[in-house]
């Protein structure tokens, strides 16, 4: 997710949920951080490693 999108998403979030000044930040940072976990290409951009296939004869 582009982080002007997740910084937007997160304040939203923050100013819906938050009461007071620092529950309002501590929110938004646990809401970027957690948009930031849902990010697929962190995870796509890992390749497997090839792993070398073992034939059995018997």
């Given at each position: 997710?582009?982080k002007?999108?997740?910084?937007?998403?997160?304040a939203?979030?923050?100013k819906?949920?938050?009461?007071?000044?620092?529950?309002t930040?501590v929110?938004?940072?646990?809401?970027?951080?957690?948009?930031?976990?849902?990010?697929?290409?962190s995870?796509?951009?890992?390749?497997?490693?090839?792993?070398p296939q073992?034939?059995?004869?018997?």
């Open positions: 997710m582009n002007f999108f997740r910084a937007i998403i997160a939203w979030g923050a819906k949920l938050g009461g007071g000044c620092l529950s930040i929110i938004f940072i646990i809401i970027y951080t957690l948009l930031g976990k849902c990010d697929n290409k995870r796509a951009s890992v390749p497997l490693p090839n792993k073992v034939t059995v004869c018997r």
